[in-house]
């Protein structure tokens, strides 16, 4: 079967981001595919395997050695992601990755001294595994929709309302909560919450089926006079809605890579089955229109991985890549839908198949296009900036 038809020859990348793509290929050849199908079946990833991933340094890579982390930067994250998405399981590469980079980060850029020793060993280790809870049924991408409230209260405050989609909402064990404080009005300001599971007034509601993505587990919460003291506030109060928008780059870098990591390997699996596959007397591969837009779909990803890598590498120099997550976020998203199309056309019946890898590939890649910023919103976002 073929291995990689990636290039790697980007001139930044480091021997750490080398070793770091061979020990991830390694762990998802022994751990996950051989047990991928049995975490769709029961809808989430065992937390031993994650705590695995800790042991080996893959839940930490860009936070400090004090805290348990490698001290590498967003390349290496993107690496991550990029190899996560190979694995064929999306259920899988969201579950780390949420936990990874759109959860944890929020405890690491703006927690205090004492959060950051209380959590982070753990987190790294993969002894606690992290959600962020921001998403509402009426409040996704806007923002300003949301309607969980903290009130103030002595000693801390009192959270109302409910989040929905939230990953690693089932089995996860910190949780970081918006709500919104002060008054209702121009004062009503998101704030985030640190709160951990089997706080009173918190509660997993129901887990939520979905059509793709069945290895990660997928919540809705609830919080009902749920009392969080002081101590547990991250970062400043009503300066929350920075710390999400912030936070945005990064999960857009890494959705990005774990798409386009998603997209070629469901061309690497299309090309063997082309090239086996014989119709009317002569290989697939034999036949014009497929070998070439199997040709086309691969120059579009190898282009696209370019601008994410890319913008890792700036993102790590600390240079503004606000436009340029946003693109990656849709054209990524909308790519890799694109190529698994095709790569099931080019299957025949059987890429509609539940035993196909490509099935279950097509229908963990519709969500690329929505979570994490619906295409729609990230043109706009580029927009904005043109």
Not at 176 to 187: L, M, Q, S, Y
Not at 287 to 308: H, N, P
Request: glycine share 10%.
């Amino acid at each position: 079967m073929t291995e990689s038809i990636a290039v790697e020859s980007f001139p930044y990348f480091l021997e750490e981001h080398g070793m770091l793509r061979r020990t991830l290929r390694r762990f998802i050849a022994d751990r996950v595919l051989s047990s991928g199908d049995a975490w769709e079946e029961q809808g989430y990833v065992p937390r031993e395997v994650l705590r695995e991933m800790g042991t080996l340094g893959l839940l930490g890579m860009r936070y400090p050695p004090e805290y348990g982390g490698a001290g590498l930067d967003t390349l290496a994250n993107a690496v991550l992601a990029e190899e996560l998405g190979r694995s064929t399981y999306g259920g899988f590469a969201v579950t780390v990755l949420v936990h990874t980079d759109m959860a944890s980060p929020h405890l690491y850029h703006a927690g205090r001294p004492d959060q950051l020793k209380r959590w982070m060993p753990d987190i790294t280790a993969g002894r606690k595994i992290t959600a962020v809870a921001m998403t509402e049924a009426d409040a996704g991408s806007d923002l300003a929709s949301m309607r969980t409230t903290a009130r103030k209260v002595p000693g801390g405050y009192v959270l109302n309302g409910s989040k929905m989609f939230i990953t690693n909402g089932v089995h996860g064990d910190l949780y970081f909560v918006a709500a919104k404080t002060g008054e209702p009005g121009r004062n009503h300001r998101i704030t985030m919450f640190a709160i951990e599971k089997g706080t009173p007034g918190f509660t997993v509601a129901r887990a939520l089926k979905k059509h793709g993505w069945l290895s990660s587990d997928t919540a809705e919460l609830a919080f009902a006079d749920c009392f969080v003291p002081e101590e547990n506030i991250l970062g400043e109060e009503g300066r929350g809605f920075y710390a999400l928008v912030k936070n945005l780059q990064n999960e857009r870098i890494v959705l990005g890579a774990q798409a386009l990591g998603e997209a070629m390997k469901a061309i690497e699996i299309t090309l063997d089955w082309v090239k086996q596959r014989r119709a009317f007397g002569a290989a697939l591969w034999e036949k014009q229109a497929i070998r070439q837009r199997l040709s086309m779909r691969l120059a579009q990803v190898e282009a696209a991985r370019a601008l994410v890598f890319n913008t890792a590498w700036r993102e790590t120099k600390g240079e503004d890549v606000a436009r340029d997550v946003s693109m990656i976020k849709a054209l990524a998203g909308t790519l890799v839908n694109e190529v698994m199309y095709d790569c099931v056309q080019f299957h025949g019946g059987m890429g509609y198949m539940r035993e196909s890898v490509i099935e279950r590939m097509a229908r963990d890649a519709r969500v690329q296009a929505i979570g994490g910023g619906a295409t729609e919103v990230m043109l706009e976002e580029v927009a904005k900036r043109i």
